[in-house]
């Protein structure tokens, strides 16, 4: 039987990075409460030329560079920070790459859960025809107002991964749980660049879509928690992923090993939430890590608030560290430019653009994408 499944990953950033220490000492708070309380350290933020597209784009270009662009007939780009209400962003992802006519591009809009039904989409155009690919990028800028306790939880970050039958990473198992219940812990309205969110109600409905999830897993042929072992949780901050896991536990009726899970949480400590992003980071962090994982299954929980939770499981292949970018995505983080606090708030205000003024904007990040503008509303980007 072909196997289907996630066969490359790549992971994306913007280009600045703050300290949260820093954010600490500024709003005179315990630099421990966001280090340990959130379990967070830094948090990726974008230049006045970085948005969704670019780095979505800077993803996909390094899996293409990889896999050349044969049986890719469909781009899902799944974000929940959308640049137009009605083009998809990938169109100009699909520009920028160069990619063939032939590939249909669609958005997908969940909160951060999108990105996992892009992944079922997919699985389910290859189990149709095993000899096309599916190119996914999810591709966030997680961004509330300044001064509030969500501040701290703030990011930006992007993967593309490629969806393909016999994949080299790990593949995607059939049964799959699904939970969804209409509750406002967070959205954006279509008038606001910020997230409306009420936290403590967020982490709470979070918590009810790990156990809905679960249960609907198991009551479709889902296997044992035993026979699972290694958990991805979504990380709007990676304390959360703790607490998941926790909260699993406790409905199952086990004690759950936390270091399950520390092991997916190194890459979203330094780049804060990605939403679509943050549970494939999660992934890549542990693929990246130093656990053989060969032969494993991974429990993986989506959640995008509103809400839509899945679970759903991946085997780790044979020879998967052969198909690894870890030492890629270390460079890449470690390339960031550290901004201040005052030099970030201006990057946060400065990136809220009124799209009925034409605007040139100089490339100012390594690329190779930027943002170059507006001109007659439409956005411009460019390449190096
Ligand atoms: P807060 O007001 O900072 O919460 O808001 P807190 O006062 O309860 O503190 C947070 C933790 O820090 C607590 O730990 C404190 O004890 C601890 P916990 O009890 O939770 O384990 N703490 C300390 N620890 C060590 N040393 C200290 C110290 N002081 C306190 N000195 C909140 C936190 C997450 C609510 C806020 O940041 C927020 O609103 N964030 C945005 C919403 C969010 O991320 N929600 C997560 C679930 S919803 C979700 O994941 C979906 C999302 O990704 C969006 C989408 O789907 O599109 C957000």
């Not at 954010?23 to 966001?34: G, Q, S, V, W, Y």
């Not at 430019?337 to 990057?347: G, H, I, Q, S």
Request: some cysteine; proline content about 3%.
């Amino acid at each position: 039987m072909t196997t289907i499944g996630i066969h490359d990953l790549a992971v994306a950033t913007a280009s600045h990075v703050v300290e949260l220490d820093d954010l600490a000492a500024r709003a005179d708070i315990d630099p421990a409460k966001f280090r340990i309380g959130l379990g967070q350290e830094q948090m990726s933020t974008p230049g006045l030329d970085e948005d969704i597209v670019t780095m979505g784009a800077a993803a996909a270009q390094r899996i293409i560079d990889r896999h050349g662009v044969d049986g890719i007939r469909t781009l899902f780009f799944a974000t929940e920070t959308g640049i137009d209400q009605s083009r998809a962003a990938g169109v100009h992802v699909h520009e920028l790459l160069g990619l063939p006519r032939s590939v249909r591009v669609v958005e997908l809009k969940q909160a951060c859960y999108s990105a996992t039904a892009a992944l079922q989409a997919a699985a389910g155009l290859i189990a149709r025809n095993p000899d096309e690919r599916v190119l996914v990028i999810a591709s966030d800028v997680a961004r509330y107002e300044l001064d509030t306790a969500a501040e701290p939880t703030q990011g930006a970050g992007a993967v593309a991964f490629l969806v393909s039958a016999e994949p080299a990473l790990a593949v995607l198992e059939t049964a799959a749980g699904v939970y969804t219940a209409e509750v406002d812990d967070f959205w954006r309205p279509n008038d606001s660049v910020t997230a409306v969110v009420d936290g403590k109600l967020s982490v709470s409905a979070y918590l009810d879509g790990v156990a809905g999830a679960w249960d609907d897993y198991r009551s479709r042929g889902g296997v044992d928690i035993d026979q699972i072992d290694w958990f991805c949780h979504h990380q709007p901050f990676t304390k959360m992923a703790v607490k998941a896991h926790r909260a699993l536990g406790q409905h199952v009726g086990v004690e759950l090993d936390p270091e399950l899970v520390t092991a997916t949480t190194g890459y979203n400590r330094r780049i804060g939430n990605s939403y679509t992003a943050s549970l494939y980071i999660a992934l890549a962090a542990l693929l990246d890590g130093e656990n053989d994982l060969t032969g494993s299954r991974i429990g993986l929980f989506s959640y995008g608030s509103g809400s839509v939770s899945e679970f759903f499981t991946l085997v780790v292949q044979p020879g998967y560290r052969e198909a690894t970018r870890g030492a890629e995505t270390e460079a890449i983080l470690a390339a960031r430019t550290a901004v201040d606090v005052p030099t970030y708030r201006e990057l946060h205000d400065a990136t809220h653009r009124d799209s009925t003024v034409d605007v040139e904007i100089a490339a100012a990040s390594p690329g190779p994408f930027h943002f170059a503008g507006l001109a007659g509303r439409a956005r411009r980007y460019t390449r190096d």
